[in-house]
């Protein structure tokens, strides 16, 4: 029945049911949940602790009170969590507001200094989006860069707020029961649940069948090999019989049939190979002999390791067919982590570049400078045109985000590592455009353009000279110079791939 977000009608009720309790709390602390741009603030009020949800975008915006508790592990933690707590903590709510008509709103703050600040939440759109502002309307962070025209929303600037919605009287009832913000709250909670299941469920199965197949595989292949091993003497016995008799064969002969040693009233046939001279043919047989008796004891370690691997796998498989809810599913999870099978959930503070094999085939002899995005992401940067052409266009994957400075500078080229299926926030974009600034003919100037795009759209054409590269889809961000992030990012410096 609800399926989109709050409409502009929900929303002003909600706020109508909002207002009282805000004006009456102070923030307690903040958190962001990890792989959103929600934001969390955990309120002190005289009836107690509540936390106040907001989702900026999609089928799941809305600002409401909530019930529901999240695990720490759900927090994503970094820069941006540890400056929005240092602005907020202990400010007092002082109202809110809405624009006639409009799915956006304003929570006002004052600070313990007695400084004034604004929250502006817009709940339109894919994604949406919050912004802090200080008492000039000037923004001092944002859930993330959004791609508008005629707005600039970027740190620093003035905040805008959107033009007018189109149709804003033709808007709906209000779908949801009073008390409308506990009736939101519990919806929407059902919402993400659901949302969340299906895709941990989608998630899990792959993650389990992919192990099982593989387990299943080795077995096999060391299955197939064991058996291999009981044919040791036989091996050697062909190999004896063609250096006994096949000198004797014609040159182009095809096989060769021998007395069977065990059986005087019998023969054998041995395939033979025109191509080689029977002293190979015999050494090659001889060799697989060595190197299957070499073997042996090995394969059977290994299988059985992995078959001890397999069962847990298989257990998993009978517990994830009866998992039927969020915190069961979590649970699997973990224990799936703790089996080796899926990278364990880790805060962006204790996140460093996870190994890569193909990675590091690509990267192999190119001493590429690393570090570390305040999510965890690696970051490559190209130190020649040579490492600039490969970072470009053999390296970077297509999910990966792709950055240079802009403005006619000559820079580095500069990549995001990026997992399947994850964005960058904004916090790593700037971390990257920092990169990009710093290692390049700007790195002097006090601010500049950066622009970047997905890994896909980056092409290298024929001819063109070495470090050059053709774009599509690109956006820009403008870097300003941030000491403090510059050297956290040269700080993470990968050994001795750092500048």
Same mark, same amino acid.
């Given at each position: 029945?609800? &399926? &989109?977000?709050?409409?502009?009608?929900?929303?002003?009720?909600?706020?109508?049911?909002?207002?009282?309790?805000?004006?009456?709390?102070?923030?307690?602390?903040?958190?962001?949940?990890?792989? !959103?741009?929600?934001?969390?603030?955990?309120?002190?009020?005289?009836?107690?602790?509540?936390?106040?949800?907001?989702?900026?975008?999609?089928?799941?915006?809305?600002?409401?009170?909530?019930?529901? +508790?999240?695990?720490?592990?759900? #927090?994503?933690?970094?820069?941006?969590?540890?400056?929005?707590? @240092?602005?907020? =903590?202990?400010?007092? #709510?002082?109202?809110? &507001?809405?624009?006639?008509?409009? !799915?956006?709103?304003?929570?006002?703050?004052?600070?313990?200094?007695? %400084?004034?600040?604004?929250?502006?939440?817009? =709940?339109?759109?894919?994604?949406?989006?919050?912004?802090?502002?200080? /008492?000039?309307?000037?923004?001092?962070?944002?859930?993330? =860069?959004? %791609?508008?025209?005629?707005? /600039?929303?970027?740190?620093?600037?003035?905040?805008?707020?959107?033009?007018?919605?189109?149709?804003?009287?033709?808007? $709906?009832?209000? +779908?949801?029961?009073? $008390?409308?913000?506990?009736?939101?709250?519990?919806?929407?909670?059902?919402?993400? +649940?659901?949302?969340?299941?299906?895709?941990?469920?989608? %998630?899990?199965?792959?993650?389990?069948?992919?192990?099982?197949?593989?387990? @299943?595989?080795?077995?096999?292949?060391?299955?197939? @090999?064991? !058996? /291999?091993?009981?044919?040791?003497?036989?091996?050697?016995?062909?190999?004896?019989?063609?250096?006994?008799?096949?000198?004797? @064969?014609a040159t182009g002969a095809t096989s060769l049939t021998v007395p069977d040693p065990n059986d005087p009233d019998h023969t054998l046939t041995y395939p033979l190979d025109p191509s080689q001279s029977i002293q190979a043919q015999a050494d090659k047989l001889y060799k697989r002999a060595r190197k299957l008796t070499d073997g042996a004891e090995i394969a059977v370690e290994r299988q059985a390791k992995a078959e001890a691997a397999l069962e847990p796998v298989i257990r998993c498989r009978e517990e994830f067919d009866a998992c039927d809810d969020l915190d069961s599913l979590l649970g699997l999870q973990d224990r799936l982590a703790t089996l080796g099978l899926i990278q364990a959930t880790r805060s962006a503070k204790t996140t460093g570049p996870v190994k890569d094999r193909k990675l590091q085939k690509a990267t192999k002899g190119y001493n590429f400078r690393r570090f570390t995005s305040s999510e965890g992401y690696l970051i490559l940067v190209g130190r020649t045109n040579r490492e600039n052409d490969r970072l470009s266009v053999a390296v970077a994957r297509g999910n990966d985000l792709w950055f240079h400075v802009g403005q006619g500078y000559a820079g580095s080229h500069v990549v995001i590592r990026l997992p399947r299926g994850k964005t960058a926030s904004l916090e790593s974009l700037l971390d990257a455009g920092t990169l990009a600034h710093y290692f390049s003919k700007a790195r002097n100037a006090p601010r500049c353009e950066v622009i970047y795009t997905q890994a896909k759209n980056v092409r290298k054409p024929k001819g063109v000279p070495p470090g050059s590269v053709t774009t599509t889809g690109t956006k820009t961000v403008l870097v300003a110079r941030e000491e403090d992030r510059l050297r956290r990012l040269l700080d993470s410096a990968d050994g001795g791939h750092g500048p």
């Open positions: 029945m609800h &399926s &989109s977000g709050l409409s502009a009608t929900e929303l002003s009720e909600v706020l109508a049911e909002l207002g009282p309790v805000l004006r009456q709390a102070t923030v307690r602390d903040i958190a962001r949940l990890d792989g !959103k741009d929600d934001l969390l603030f955990f309120l002190d009020t005289p009836d107690g602790h509540r936390a106040l949800h907001i989702v900026t975008g999609g089928r799941r915006a809305r600002i409401t009170l909530t019930k529901r +508790r999240f695990h720490k592990r759900e #927090f994503l933690t970094g820069p941006l969590v540890d400056r929005l707590r @240092q602005r907020l =903590l202990g400010c007092a #709510f002082e109202g809110v &507001s809405q624009p006639q008509g409009e !799915k956006s709103c304003g929570l006002t703050l004052i600070d313990p200094e007695g %400084n004034h600040l604004a929250l502006q939440i817009e =709940l339109f759109g894919a994604r949406g989006l919050w912004c802090l502002v200080d /008492e000039h309307g000037d923004i001092l962070e944002l859930s993330r =860069l959004p %791609n508008v025209t005629g707005r /600039e929303i970027r740190p620093g600037a003035r905040y805008v707020a959107p033009p007018p919605r189109e149709g804003a009287a033709e808007d $709906p009832p209000s +779908r949801f029961a009073q $008390p409308v913000a506990a009736a939101v709250d519990a919806w929407f909670t059902d919402f993400d +649940r659901e949302q969340e299941v299906t895709r941990l469920r989608k %998630n899990l199965t792959g993650v389990i069948d992919r192990a099982a197949r593989k387990l @299943q595989h080795k077995i096999d292949g060391l299955a197939r @090999q064991r !058996k /291999e091993i009981h044919r040791i003497p036989e091996i050697r016995q062909q190999a004896d019989m063609l250096l006994a008799y096949g000198f004797s @064969q």
